[in-house]
Each structure stands twice: as C-alpha cells, then as structure tokens.
C-alpha cells in the first residue's frame, strides 16, 4: 500500500531529527562557549596555584579544593588518611548497574619542588602567555589530569550522560616520594577492594608529536651497591688486586653492559623504555685527609652505587648472575647488595605488564575512545620510570598510562614546565569520550547478551 506523501514527509523530518539525536549523543559534545572555556581554565590555575610541593605539599588545602569541585558536581566523595596528614581524596559517580565492576581514574595531587629563580614564570603563578601556555609545577605532571577527569564529568553530567559502571576519581599524596603512604596503601585497602575495580588509568607522558602515548608497564627500579676490598698499598707501586683495580675493573664490564643497551636505543631497535639502564649513581672510595684524601696511599675499600632500572619483560636471572659473576664477582674478593630490588611480576606471579593488545578490552575500548575523539596513537610503551600505577599493576589489575598531551615538550620535572591550554581542552574531549566507552562497557556474555548479537 502506497503511503500518502504527506506521512512520507513527516516520516522523513522524525527521522532526520533522531539522526540529529544520535549524532548529539555520539560525538563529545559540543564545544564549550568562551565563557565557558574561561571558566574552565580559571579551575585548572586554581588547582595550580596550591603549593604541593614536596617535601611539604598542602594537602588540607588541595583536599578542600577537590571536595569544592566534587560538590559542584554532587560526587560522593570520602577522605581517607591511611596515613595520618596524608589524604587519599575518592570520588564517585554512581553507576546505574552496581553490579558492574568499577572504573578508578587515578592522579597524584603532590608536585616535584622548583628553582624558583630558573622559571620565566614564578611555578606557583599558572601564568598564562602570549601564546596560551599555562606556567605551573603541576601542569604537566599531573594536575592537568586530576582536573581533566573532573571537567569531562561535569561535561558528561550537563548533556546527561548516566554511566552503567560507577566511576571513581582517586587523588593520591606522596607519588613524588615514592607512593607509600599514598596509592600504595590504597592499593592494598579494604577502600579498595570494595571499589570493585575492573581497570585504572593513571599518568602517563607528553609526546612531542601529533601521537598520544599509552604506557602499559614500567621499568623497575633496582638499587645495586658493589664493594671492593683488596690490599692497601703504596701509591707509587703497580700491583694487582687493589680495592681500586678490583672496582674498576666492574666499572668497566658495567659500563660495557650499559653500552650495549644504549646502542640498541641509538639504532632505533629499542624504546627507551624497553631495555635495562645503568647509571652510576655514586663512588665512594679514599682515605680522607683534613684537606681532601691522601694521594699517596691506595684505599682497602672501594664502592660504587647504581641505579638500574629493568622492563618487565627483561630476564632477570641472566642479569643477577652477571652482577654476581661479572660485576661483583667473590673471586675479586668483591660483594653486593641491594637498597631497593622491586619485584618484575605481580602478587600472582605474572610479569608485571598491562596487556596492549586485543586480548585486553580495556586497552582496544582506549584506542577507540582516543581516536572517536580526534587523537592519533603512537606504539604502546613501557615508562622509563615509574608511576603509581604499579601498585594497582602489583594487584593483578590492568593499568594504563596515559596523560593527555601532544605536540607538547616533555618537562616534568623541568624549570618552565607548561601546557598549552587549547591542548589541556582537547584533552578535556578525550577522557569525555574514554569515561563514555568505559562505565558503558558490557563484559560480552553479560546480561544473556553476547557482543554479536548486540
Ligand atoms: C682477595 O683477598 C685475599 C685476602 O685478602 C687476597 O689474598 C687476594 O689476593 C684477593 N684477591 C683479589 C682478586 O683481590
Ligand atoms: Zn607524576
């Protein structure tokens, strides 16, 4: 039966108005007014403008600032002090289907100290120049986060989006030292296995090109002192097995090892991240004299420290059996210990890395959400060095690196370190775009549907 042509049209009109709908819904929202945009910058330099320097951050005062944002955007929040003076800062959007696992989207609210007279702009001031750059210790590592995932919620919340999954926003003290009054505790935290974690995201780096930077492991870090000992002598004459001779001839076959990792950086055949460095770290070593160390005497004692830093999927048999055999052999009357030797595999035994690959939803739904909004990805990569994302890693739960910066320099930890604030907006639309595809995702075999059929 032939339709009148008047019902055609309406057809037509209801039907362009649903696509208009679904267009709306589908692509991040659109882009916010000056004002808007003021407002939104005006936040992030407020965050900025704490001082959580280390080795005292203000932790009372960055605590009240979140809560402020958490209730403008009436998050549930909950302080927790593992740690006396050492907040933890949890909030959460409420899922509609609790019985979905949970999303934590971590940021660490302490920042590195600064030299104030080595910056342009003072660190604490978030000025911002000519050419939109934000000056602040914290803008790239990792303010910029902490108050992006809060700007993609309120976002997220004035177009409506209703999560499945709850979302929770962790702001940990302490990363800068080490993290173990902070998200450490927290990792291992009844707090958190009550979250029901399914995935975290953490920081990650700028990339000084268009590709953003996915980081799904970290090199570990062992701390290894060597130490000579051997006959002391006169320092005008030439014998074997000195203190001195016994360490450098360690120094060199290290020195070597190292070489060889870097040579493979050089030629391109390996990331930064993906071989074992060595550096020194210090030497000790001289008989101290009121102006200096005596000079015609050769030492019984000789050491050397190093940092080295190991990708979880380096063999680390083969190289505790060099620093035993070649780098701190017995047979050159020389031992070693460790000030640190952090594990390369998680509490259940596992290499201590997020999958990168489609075997991990987690990490395909990612890329989809970076790329729906605009943004091109580099190789997956393992961080030269480490987050606190290897405490959730620890668990056995996947965590990804990932800081939203591109055709920015790499300054953490950097006098003059600074974001573009049209590149802290953009990144702004892509945690929209990751926290949609994130409290949506449905496990396939959930709720009798399997992916195929949906
Ligand atoms: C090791 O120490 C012993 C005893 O002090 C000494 O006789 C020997 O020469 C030393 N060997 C080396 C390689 O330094
Ligand atoms: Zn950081």
Same mark, same amino acid.
Request: net charge negative; proline share 7%.
């Given at each position: ?12 009109? %209801?039907?362009? %108005? ?45 605590? !009240? ?8 955007? *009436? ?32 940021? !660490? ?81 009844? /707090? ?41 002598? !006169? ?39 993906? /071989? ?76 201590? %890395? ?58 953490? !930890? ?25 409290? *949506? ?14």
């Amino acid at each position: 039966m032939e339709k009148p042509c008047n019902s055609n049209r309406q057809f037509l009109l %209801l039907h362009l %108005l649903f696509l208009s709908l679904l267009v709306g819904l589908t692509n991040s929202t659109a882009a916010p007014s000056q004002d808007e945009q003021s407002k939104i910058i005006s936040r992030f330099q407020e965050y900025l403008q704490i001082n959580t320097a280390q080795p005292s951050p203000d932790y009372q005062k960055s605590t !009240h600032f979140i809560l402020s944002q958490a209730n403008s955007l *009436s998050l549930e929040s909950q302080v927790v002090e593992f740690v006396k003076g050492k907040p933890v800062v949890l909030l959460k959007w409420p899922g509609s289907d609790p019985s979905l696992p949970s999303i934590l989207l971590n940021s !660490h609210t302490d920042v590195v100290p600064s030299e104030y007279s080595k910056w342009v702009h003072p660190p604490l001031g978030a000025h911002i120049d000519e050419q939109g750059n934000i000056f602040a210790r914290g803008s790239q590592d990792m303010k910029c986060v902490g108050m992006q995932y809060l700007e993609a919620i309120r976002r997220l919340k004035s177009s409506g989006f209703q999560p499945k999954r709850s979302l929770y926003l962790s702001f940990v003290p302490d990363e800068e030292i080490g993290g173990h009054d902070g998200a450490e505790k927290l990792a291992y935290s009844d /707090v958190l296995k009550n979250m029901n974690v399914d995935i975290v995201l953490d920081e990650g780096l700028p990339s000084p090109n268009e590709n953003y930077r996915l980081f799904y492991a970290e090199r570990t870090p062992w701390w290894l002192v060597i130490k000579a000992t051997g006959a002391p002598g !006169h320092g005008a004459k030439l014998y074997d097995n000195s203190a001195m001779e016994n360490l450098f001839k360690s120094i060199e076959s290290i020195r070597r090892f190292r070489a060889s990792q870097f040579d493979l950086v050089k030629a391109g055949l390996k990331a930064e991240g993906e /071989v074992i460095s060595v550096n020194v770290a210090f030497l000790k070593a001289g008989t101290p004299s009121p102006t200096g160390f005596v000079m015609n005497l050769q030492p019984s004692e000789a050491e050397a420290g190093f940092d080295i830093r190991i990708p979880p999927t380096a063999n680390t048999e083969s190289l505790e059996k060099r620093i035993a055999e070649e780098w701190a052999p017995a047979s050159r009357n020389m031992t070693f210990e460790f000030k640190q030797k952090v594990t390369t595999h998680d509490d259940l035994g596992r290499p201590l %890395l997020t999958a990168s690959d489609n075997s991990n939803p987690w990490w395909t739904l990612l890329e989809e959400a970076i790329k729906k909004a605009n943004g091109k990805i580099g190789k997956p990569e393992i961080f030269p060095a480490s987050t606190d994302a290897r405490y959730f890693r620890q668990l056995g739960l996947p965590a990804i690196g990932f800081s939203p910066m591109v055709n920015t320099p790499i300054l953490l !930890h950097d006098h003059n370190e600074f974001l573009n604030q049209a590149e802290y907006l953009r990144g702004i639309n892509v945690y929209e775009s990751i926290i949609k595809a994130y409290t *949506s995702f449905i496990p396939p075999g959930r709720d009798g549907v399997s992916r195929d059929e949906l």
